[in-house]
């Protein structure tokens, strides 16, 4: 499996970003998606998952209201839309997929199975 993610950069407070994550290789008949974060020196944290069907998400409460994660019809990107950006949430963003049809809600560090290499997001003040 290989991910992929793209559409980070550099944003002002209150600025938006839309980050995409293109899904390839053979996975699991099910997977959720899901997005973390991490910032240099900090454990990578949640933001965002989505189930396999795409009617259940879950998220992080330092973005709820703010941010969306949605996955196109045929299962193969994964985004998260990013609104009202704030400084805190520069971090470097990666997509991660769990061979699992139902997210993770407790631990969901300990429940991925695969990793893109990540995407920078910087929100300036």
């Known amino acids: 499996v290989q991910l992929e993610e793209s559409g980070g950069g550099l944003v002002q407070t209150g600025g938006s970003l839309r980050l995409s994550c293109a899904i390839s290789g053979r996975t699991f008949s099910r997977p959720t998606m899901n997005w973390f974060r991490q910032v240099p020196g900090k454990e990578r944290e949640f933001v965002a998952g989505i189930s396999w069907s795409g009617t259940s998400t879950f998220y992080a409460d330092s973005v709820r209201g703010r941010f969306t994660i949605s996955r196109d019809g045929a299962k193969k990107t994964v985004y998260l839309q990013m609104d009202s950006l704030k400084p805190e949430d520069t971090a470097i963003y990666y997509c991660?997929?769990?061979?699992?049809?139902?997210?993770?809600?407790?631990?969901?560090?300990?429940?991925?199975?695969?990793w893109g290499q990540g995407t920078q997001v910087t929100v300036s003040s």
């Open positions: 991660a997929m769990r061979d699992d049809p139902y997210i993770a809600t407790v631990n969901p560090l300990n429940y991925v199975d695969h």
